[in-house]
T-cell receptor, first 110, second 115 residues
Framework: KQEVTQIPAALSVPEGENLVLNCSFT??????LQWFRQDPGKGLTSLLL?????REQTSGRLNASLDKSSGRSTLYIAASQPGDSATYLC?????????FGSGTRLLVRP | DAGITQSPRHKVTETGTPVTLRCHQT?????MYWYRQDPGHGLRLIHY???????DKGEVSDGYSVSRSKTEDFLLTLESATSSQTSVYFC??????????????FGQGTRLTVV
């Protein structure tokens, strides 16, 4: 059974810092991996999608990497801003569904 | 933003009553999903649809049913609501199975409270 874990559960950093969020999964037979952002009381916003054949994707200050063999993905956020404060979720595409981690709650302090 | 609308956005209902949540999309995507989000459990799949009248169960389907009579609409029904079904419900869409080649997009959620 696929399990997705995100560490740390919560993170607090000062503005301007570069940071890395981690996601690990137990079964390497995935279709893709997707990173989402969720603001309090809101839905999920897709940030980056990495296909299983890809190693990384970039969008602006965000860079996501995927290492299927080790069952890991990282989301790198450069020059963090208070507006980046949110919960970040990773999800692996497996069979007919997305399987989610529990998320990392990020606070960027001004 | 992907065109996904969930209704209602908030609902309070009594134990034992039937409840229907609606997801409407304007993207003509084939796949639609219902998830619930609970503290300590993350997002869990309830049911999904891979076409009109084609649906299947997810990991937490007990007590729920779904219907899809049109591409754009996916309904989730709680036959007899229980307090354990108090949750935030999210609808998602994707063009391909498990968003294999495309992204999955989520609605804004429906907060359901069963009292």
């Amino acid at each position: 059974k696929q399990e997705v874990t995100q560490i740390p559960a919560a993170l607090s950093v000062p503005e301007g810092e570069n940071l890395v969020l981690n996601c690990s999964f137990t079964d390497s037979a995935i279709y893709n991996l997707q990173w989402f952002r969720q603001d309090p009381g809101k839905g999920l916003t897709s940030l980056l999608l990495i296909q299983s054949s890809q190693r990384e994707q970039t969008s602006g200050r965000l860079n996501a990497s995927l290492d299927k063999s080790s069952g890991r993905s990282t989301l790198y956020i450069a020059a963090s801003q208070p507006g980046d404060s949110a919960t970040y979720l990773c999800a692996v595409g497996s069979s007919y569904k997305l399987i989610f981690g529990s998320g990392t709650r990020l606070l960027v302090r001004p | 933003d992907a065109g996904i609308t969930q209704s209602p956005r908030h609902k309070v209902t009594e134990t034992g009553t039937p409840v229907t949540l609606r997801c409407h999309q304007t993207e003509n995507h084939r796949y639609m999903y219902w998830y619930r989000q609970d503290p300590g459990h993350g997002l869990r799949l309830i049911h999904y649809s891979y076409g009109v009248k084609d649906t299947d169960k997810g990991e937490v389907s007990d007590g729920y049913s779904v219907s899809r009579s049109k591409t754009e609409d996916f309904l989730l029904t709680l036959e007899s609501a229980t307090s354990s079904q108090t949750s935030v419900y999210f609808c998602a869409i994707s063009e391909d199975r498990s968003a294999k080649n495309t992204e999955a997009f989520f609605g804004q959620g429906t907060r359901l409270t069963v009292v």
